[in-house]
């Protein structure tokens, strides 16, 4: 591995190298070496706090479990976003309607967290309750090894963001979850801070609640479902001082922009949350047919065992188990 810098790390040993251009190897997901401060690991948190402040808007797709987030990661991107809506559909075959529970989104977000090695934004709900659950939640999260959480403001049942029947908590008690989680949050974990107010008291009071959970100590605001490019930039150019996040949903109330109009409007990350989910199940039904048509799968998937081999990291294992096998007393 002479001449190449910077590792990335996935449950417990050295998968991919990256060299000092940035490039790809062997069609691998590498990591920049920018994800270390000289010899010493940036933590995720850091890592995505330099996301953050670096140039335009940083793109965050989302994923739904282990294998979505490795993709990200072998994707090249530097984050991904554990999505709420994609984990219901994918664990409990359900919408974003609150049945999920912080135990059950804690364990997945440790899985994709091992299985991505880069930055997870996780979906963190309401908290799941009042500032004791959120306590409980945050420090789940930071046992996860997440580099950030997201709260929002919404009452119990929680919806998806772009449903329409939402309900949110006064903004005194979102105040005091957002204290809440710093304090449990430590540097360890950012705090992403979602207010849903816009749906349901109107843009104003979604910019005066963004404003506050600045003045609370959230690392980012969060103001969901903009309805136009015009709401975006108000939104923007009210709620400063703070790292703003855009939600990109396919079909959803705001509009589908890409990053480089985001960054011109002046968000810094910008999440897309239902892509993978979208793909992917559109790709099932597709082979589904297939399958019931023709009694096989299509003609493209042929080859495919490799590729998942390769996906999964086979190889990483095999040289570890090798190596590890080899100096022990025989």
């Known amino acids: ?68 987030a490795r993709l990200v990661a072998q994707a090249g991107f530097g984050a991904c976003y554990m999505t709420g809506f994609g984990v219901s559909g994918a664990f ?91 304090d449990t949050a430590g540097d360890a974990v950012l705090v992403i801070a979602r207010t849903d107010s816009r749906s349901t008291h109107g843009l104003d009071e ?19 479902a903009p309805v136009d490019r015009t709401e975006m930039r108000t939104i923007c150019q009210q709620v400063t001082d703070v790292p703003l996040l855009a939600n990109i949903v396919e079909g959803g109330r705001t509009p589908y922009l890409d990053v480089d109009a985001l960054a011109d409007i002046g968000f810094r990350l910008a999440i897309y949350p239902l892509s993978l989910l979208i793909t992917a199940t559109r790709a099932l039904r597709a082979t589904l047919d297939d399958l019931r048509a023709h009694g096989k799968a299509p003609p493209h998937l042929q080859g495919g065992f490799d590729e998942m081999c390769q996906t999964a990291g086979l190889d990483a294992y095999m040289t570890y188990a090798e190596h590890q096998e080899a100096g022990a007393p025989s």
């Open 1 to 68: 591995m002479e001449g190449l810098a910077g590792t990335w790390r996935a449950r417990g040993f050295e998968e991919t190298v990256l060299d000092a251009a940035g490039n790809r190897h062997n069609g691998v997901r590498m990591i920049s070496p920018a994800a270390m401060d000289g010899d010493v690991p940036m933590t995720p948190a850091q890592q995505l706090s330099a996301l953050i402040a670096s140039p335009g808007c940083t793109l965050v797709p989302g994923a739904y479990d282990a294998w979505t």
């Open 92 to 182: 409990l075959g359900a919408p974003d309607i609150g049945l999920m529970t912080a135990t059950q989104m804690a364990d997945n977000a440790a899985r994709m967290v091992d299985a991505a090695g880069i930055p997870v934004i996780a979906d963190g709900d309401t908290g799941y309750g009042n500032v004791l659950n959120v306590r409980h939640t945050v420090a789940a999260y930071r046992r996860a090894g997440v580099a950030a959480i997201q709260l929002e403001d919404q009452d119990f049942p929680k919806r998806c963001g772009h449903m329409a029947g939402k309900q949110v908590i006064a903004a005194a008690k979102m105040v005091a979850k957002i204290k809440t989680a710093k």
């Open 206 to 224: 979604a910019i005066a609640r963004g404003l506050v959970f600045r003045d609370a100590g959230a690392d980012v605001v969060f103001v969901e």
